[in-house]
């Protein structure tokens, strides 16, 4: 069994900081996503990260805010979200793929996702 497993979501004011994780099991990924869905919105890219060389690629809205990392032997990865907005406000999804196939930012490049995380950021 495959499992992509989210947490750390909660409810942050507005300039705060949150820390995700995701922590994989069942397999080794040859590249991590994050995405976020509001309501009434599309799925949205947030960052995406390789696994055996650790390149990142950030969306521009999230660029200087958010860092991605990971930790290979706990085969998780980590999303350190500061300077929180209002906008940021969604459901956070994990997703993985074995594969490098393709752009990695649209979730069709991806087909392992976890269950998401509520992230909440008041004004």
């Known amino acids: 069994q495959v499992q992509l497993v989210e947490s750390g979501g909660g409810l942050v004011q507005a300039g705060g900081s949150l820390r995700l994780s995701c922590a994989a099991s069942?397999?080794?990924?040859?590249?991590y996503a994050w995405f976020r869905q509001a309501p009434g919105k599309e799925r949205e890219f947030v960052l995406r990260?390789?696994?055996?060389?650790?390149?990142?690629y950030y969306a521009d809205s999230v660029k200087g805010r958010f860092t991605v990392s990971r930790d290979n032997a706990k085969n998780t990865v980590y999303l350190q979200m500061n300077s929180l907005k209002p906008e940021d406000t969604a459901v956070y999804y994990c997703?993985?793929?074995?594969?490098?196939?393709?752009?990695?930012?649209?979730?069709?490049?991806?087909?392992?996702w976890g269950q998401g995380t509520q992230v909440t950021v008041s004004s």
């Open positions: 069942g397999r080794t990924f040859s590249r």
């Open positions: 990260i390789t696994w055996g060389v650790g390149n990142t």
């Open positions: 997703a993985a793929d074995p594969t490098n196939y393709g752009l990695g930012s649209v979730p069709d490049d991806y087909r392992y």
